[in-house]
């Protein structure tokens, strides 16, 4: 899957470019109507049945579903066509694919649904500039039905009808489909939710844009993959030592809320960190020794214990939040860590870290432009919110916007995780099972991107490797999963990215 996501204004430009350089806009979207007639060849082939229904809108979205017919008929299956609006009054591309099509088009209100094998949305693309309403509404609604009550099967055209392709919202109402076909390169919405739930399956065809018009179009938008960040990867050499893959710092809680820095130090050395520390409180020092073996332990009282610690510019990148409590005494050890000095560290800032500050942002954000190397903050929706403001609506946008402010790369947590830099890139993770929404996956993640930065890998890459990294190890332990597991199936995600790497 590729990299780059684009936005419905993106996606015209990628059109318009491609037309520009001399490709019909007919030839565009006859490839896109035979590739969704493929697909949905192979849904139907696969759940027995003949009898297709695809609805058409009145812009290009229908004029792909046109061309879908027609070469469904073409294929040898019972193809039928609902049209919403007059066709008769289709423009441009939409208007020639009518013609293709050459048979009748009946009104949307004479469409049967309990006749239909595969239903075809072929509606509203991804650009729908309003809510749905009236007929229009009413038509997904009674779609949706069927498929929940009759166990219907729905292909989507680019996006569902009633989804927005750059946000992710739903306009008023939108289609659930099994599977969706777009074009080209993903849009933001087939990973954010809801859209990644509605969209189901998504396949991405090939319809003749070349990537060369990325150059010029230039997106900040990424599906979050290996192939985003691969090439920063720290692949140790043969000849490296422990003190050349860095040395991650993780500050500790007091003694009743020792597990979450310690969940944090061993995501840290699974990620590959030289050496992980944990900086404990005199209070808690016993335990922490006690419960650690390969992470070291050293006394940490305060902000000046914090800073005699620092002081060693090896100890290149610190974890500070998880188990640490809510206060000013911990908003005294974020400002430690931020401190400006000769050393460039990283700094990623979890949970109590960010909510100690939820009544003085600027204060944390000032600390954050003053400090000598970077910072990862990584909030969940309840986090982002008291350092932000409200975290529903547009939450690419909101994670972009959040980087700008606070200066800091934004690690916005959530079934579709966005990564978001203050250059502007973003991406967004859709490899999360449901499995990891469990106590203390956070605190694993915090420790993972330090583990990374410790050895030098660019921020942005760093986050977006972890959340990942974080994801697929999830994945391999499957159900059952507590936050301990996580590092323990860091390895196996180790071996499939070094073996990618190698080319074996």
């Known amino acids: 899957m590729h990299a780059e996501l684009l936005t419905t204004a993106e996606m015209a430009e990628a059109d318009r470019l491609t037309i520009a350089s001399g490709v019909k806009g007919i030839a565009l979207m006859e490839a896109a109507g035979r590739a969704v007639a493929d697909r949905a060849a192979h849904l139907i082939r696969r759940r027995g049945g003949t009898r297709i229904e695809v609805l058409c809108g009145p812009g290009n979205n229908g004029g792909d579903g046109y061309v879908a017919a027609y070469a469904l008929r073409e294929m040898g299956f019972e193809a039928e066509v609902r049209s919403l609006g007059d066709p008769r009054s289709l423009k441009g591309d939409a208007a020639w694919a009518y013609e293709l099509w050459n048979r009748e088009a009946s009104p949307i209100d004479m469409f049967d649904i309990e006749q239909a094998d595969l239903v075809i949305d072929a509606l509203f693309g991804a650009g729908l500039a309003r809510d749905l309403d009236g007929a229009a509404r009413d038509l997904v609604e009674r779609v949706n039905d069927w498929r929940r009550t009759r166990g219907g099967c729905v292909l989507a055209v680019d996006v569902p009808s009633g989804l927005d392709g750059t946000t992710g919202a739903v306009r008023g109402a939108a289609i659930e489909a099994d599977e969706t076909v777009t074009f080209f390169r993903l849009k933001p919405a087939h990973l954010l939710m809801p859209g990644r739930v509605l969209c189901g399956a998504v396949a991405c065809a090939d319809i003749g844009i070349k990537a060369d018009v990325l150059r010029e179009i230039a997106p900040k938008n ?72 390969a992470v070291m332990v ?50 990623v800032l979890d949970a109590d870290a960010l909510t100690s500050f939820a009544g003085a942002p600027e204060r944390l954000f000032a600390a954050i432009r003053a400090a000598s190397g970077p910072v990862v903050l990584t909030p969940h929706a309840g986090e982002f919110s008291r350092l932000f403001g409200r975290s529903d609506g547009d939450k690419l946008l909101r994670a972009r916007q959040a980087a700008e402010i606070s200066g800091a790369t934004v690690v916005f947590k959530g079934p579709d995780t966005i990564v978001a830099h203050p250059d502007g890139r973003a991406s967004i993770a859709a490899n999360a099972p449901a499995w990891l929404a469990t106590a203390g996956s956070g605190d694993v993640l915090a420790g993972i991107i330090g ?39 860091l390895p196996k995600v180790w071996r499939a990215l070094t073996a990618a790497s190698a080319g074996t």
């Open 222 to 293: 990424f599906h979050n993959s290996p192939s985003l960040w691969r090439p920063s990867l720290p692949i140790p050499r043969i000849d490296a030592h422990k003190y050349a893959r860095g040395h991650a710092l993780v500050v500790s809680g007091g003694l009743s809320s020792t597990g979450a820095a310690r969940l944090a130090a061993r995501g840290a050395l699974r990620a590959g960190a030289g050496l992980v520390t944990l900086a404990s409180p005199s209070d808690a020092l016993i335990v922490n020794a006690a419960a650690t073996t």
């Open 451 to 489: 583990g990374l930065t410790a050895q030098a890998m660019p921020t942005f890459e760093a986050a977006n490797a972890a959340v990942w990294m974080h994801g697929e190890a999830a994945n391999l332990f499957g159900p059952g999963l507590i936050a301990e597991d996580l590092p323990e199936n």
């Open 298 to 347: 050293r006394r940490s009282d305060g902000p000046k214990g914090l800073a005699d610690i620092l002081a060693d510019p090896r100890k290149n990148a610190v974890v500070l939040g998880p188990g640490l409590g809510i206060g000013e005494a911990t908003c005294a050890l974020v400002e430690t860590a931020l401190a400006p000095g000769e050393a460039s560290r990283a700094v």
